[in-house]
């Protein structure tokens, strides 16, 4: 029997001078001798270099330092360059051999066909506590019927032993991981070996494996492995023919796990993610698209062009042919966005998530099913939402919605839906989102489309939480809410005046805003309507001046009617479609008057000062107004 080294031993370690002694020790006492042992080290700061180096009089056992901390894998691939035997195998630095494992490994691969690329068996798990380390459970693997058995399985496998021929094919010298070779790296050279050739099970306890604190695999890098796993798992799915999509879970406690693969169908929901300059959010977004327990969909990224570094984020995530990702050449806000999307959407179902936010992995699922089981006419589902406040220490709140009866109950209902979990074409029928409105379609696209929707067809709610909406200081709506108040009220009366035309309701909208400066609106009858009058300077653009203030002051304070609002605003403030004026509510104080800005209805009569021009007087009389001088009224006709 020849003497010559048949296997090659690797320890890649990591600042594990506690327990490296008794893993090289389990190498020493094996039962076969022909071997050699490569302790790589990943640039330990402890006594690992110290504890290897002692074995060094041992000529079958060598040390290797990198110069730099690079992780496991980049460690393993450094390694197994040096490696001259034909067959390898890897043992965790806070491990140990069983002492006839070398033996019977190598005695096992020697019998099986070069197809096969890997020999592993069982092992004992050992849990260290503070009163010692004592045995957790046997850990019994298994045969593999295909590498889609073996993808499903969750354990990893222990020892591996390598045909190092096989290994050195597919391991590289720079992982294209997320963590580029710092977690998951064993189970990543595995779905790539599998890929290639057979793994051949021994039904014996061979190896034995240690639980303590500092492992990698600890709960706080779960996240970290969550990534690196979704990666890894839609990078090799791809490369073995794109057949079956993944479905995730997560164990009570929290670990990633695949719970199924489903054969591929084709997809029912777009997800649309609008995004400028999201780069510290997006991510998480995405990955919930990844995690959903159902995986035949589309996910359509729309970029309005940020100028941070988004897309190096989104760009993994190309790779996947169900993801694509649009640049809009220059950013012009939500609305804009959302029309370049729907000629892309080929789905019969869409759904917006924005980049700041998550979607529970249930959501698509759920809210496909309840579309199908809804009447055909049905437009949009949504769900409940929790909100997570960042700047809170992540206090979170759940906020539900209830089942928006009518058009009427869309339109005076208080809370923005999520999701919105559109039929595609419904969204076409209504002819998408308008822009030609206040601030030119840069904000408030949710309302305008559901009230859009709400005019023609029913929506369905499901009374789970499936939206994640995030609170962290710089989202949209919070920014600026002056201007999505102005628009509430533009929306709320632009839709219930075309809506009264036709239906005669015998109410007008009345709003109130709320200490965070949010418009409250509710029906009141028409005669309940408060009265407004109004002072219009036709020289001012939007903000009146100094002289002006004084002017009105001395006007509105010789009109005696306590019931009648007096206002004063410019002509620009007018918005006709919107029918309201942004301007100042006057009221009387001692020594002078006091000013209140705000939003208000269309006046019931004002005074202009000033030339108007023939444009402003068409605009008007299409409003319902009538021109006496430089007096307009709204209603009767005035005489004279």
């Not at 042919?321 to 939500?334: A, D, E, F, L, S």
């Not at 924005?354 to 249930?362: G, Q």
């Not at 002056?482 to 628009?487: C, G, N, P, Q, T």
């Not at 269309?602 to 319902?624: C, M, R, Y």
Request: with cysteine; charged share 25%.
């Amino acid at each position: 029997m020849s003497n010559k080294p048949l296997v090659t031993v690797m320890i890649p370690v990591f600042n594990r001078e506690k327990y490296l002694a008794e893993a090289i020790e389990s190498v020493v006492q094996q039962t076969y001798p022909h071997w050699k042992l490569l302790v790589i080290d990943d640039a330990s700061t402890d006594r690992t270099g110290e504890i290897a180096k002692s074995y060094l009089s041992d000529t079958r056992i060598a040390y290797e330092r990198l110069s730099e901390n690079v992780g496991p894998g980049r460690a393993l691939s450094a390694g197994i360059q040096k490696i001259d035997t034909p067959y390898c195998v890897i043992l965790d630095s806070d491990d140990w051999f069983d002492p006839k494992a070398l033996e019977i490994l190598t005695n096992e691969m020697n019998k099986q066909p070069l197809s096969t690329n890997l020999v592993f068996s069982n092992g004992v798990v050992w849990q260290e506590t503070s009163n010692g380390t004592h045995v957790a459970w046997i850990e019994k693997h298994k045969s593999f019927d295909d590498k889609y058995e073996f993808m499903k399985y969750k354990p990893m496998l222990y020892p591996r032993f390598f045909r190092t021929n096989a290994i050195r094919r597919v391991i590289s010298s720079e992982w294209d991981d997320p963590s580029r070779g710092r977690y998951m790296e064993d189970r990543y050279m595995l779905f790539k070996l599998i890929g290639r050739g057979n793994f051949h099970w021994v039904d014996q306890t061979l190896y034995h494996r240690r639980f303590h604190t500092n492992n990698t695999y600890r709960m706080e890098n779960w996240e970290k492995f969550a990534e690196v796993r979704l990666h890894v798992y839609r990078k090799m799915l791809l490369e073995w023919g794109n057949e079956y999509e993944p479905i995730w879970a997560r164990t009570n406690q929290g670990w990633l796990y695949l719970k199924e693969l489903v054969k591929k169908q084709d997809p029912k929901v777009t997800v649309v993610i609008p995004t400028y300059n999201r780069a510290n959010f997006i991510q998480k977004a995405i990955e919930s698209i990844f995690l959903q327990t159902m995986q035949n969909w589309n996910l359509l990224i729309i970029d309005d062009a940020s100028t941070d570094n988004s897309f190096s984020i989104i760009q993994p995530y190309l790779q996947d042919p169900r993801v694509r990702y649009v640049r809009r050449p220059t950013n012009q806000g939500i609305c804009h966005v959302m029309n370049d999307v729907l000629p892309l959407v080929n789905t019969k179902y869409s759904v917006q998530l924005d980049a700041d936010d998550w979607l529970e992995p249930e959501t698509l699922e759920t809210l496909t099913n309840l579309m199908d089981e809804s009447p055909p006419e049905t437009a949009m589902a949504y769900a409940n939402k929790i909100l997570h406040y960042e700047k809170e220490g992540n206090r979170t709140e759940y906020e539900k919605h209830r089942l928006l009866e009518d058009k009427y109950d869309v339109l005076l209902y208080r809370w923005m839906v999520f999701p919105r979990f559109y039929r595609t074409e419904a969204v076409r029928e209504v002819g998408g989102w308008d822009t030609d409105i206040p601030y030119n379609g840069r904000y408030i696209e949710d309302r305008q489309i559901l009230y859009k929707l709400a005019d023609r067809f029913p929506f369905a709610w499901t009374d789970r939480y499936l939206y994640n909406f995030r609170i962290h200081g710089t989202n949209q709506t919070f920014a600026n809410v002056e201007k999505y108040a102005e628009l509430r009220i533009y929306f709320v009366q632009k839709f219930f005046s075309e809506w009264n035309k036709t239906e005669h309701t015998g109410k007008v909208v009345y709003w109130e805003f709320n200490k965070a400066g949010w418009p409250q609106f509710k029906l009141i009858p028409e005669n309940e309507r408060q009265s407004y009058s109004g002072l219009c300077f036709s020289s001012c653009s939007n903000e009146p001046t100094e002289g002006m203030f004084r002017k009105a002051s001395i006007i509105f304070s010789k009109d005696n009617r306590i019931d009648v609002h007096k206002i004063l605003f410019c002509s620009d403030s007018i918005n006709l479609t919107g029918r309201y004026v942004k301007g100042y509510k006057w009221s009387p104080k001692e020594n002078g008057s006091n000013w209140e800005k705000s939003i208000f209805p269309l006046p019931n009569h004002f005074e202009v000062k000033g030339q108007v021009d023939s444009v402003f007087i068409t605009k008007l009389k299409q409003a319902g107004y009538h021109k006496k001088g430089h007096r307009f009224s709204a209603g009767k006709k005035m005489s004279g």
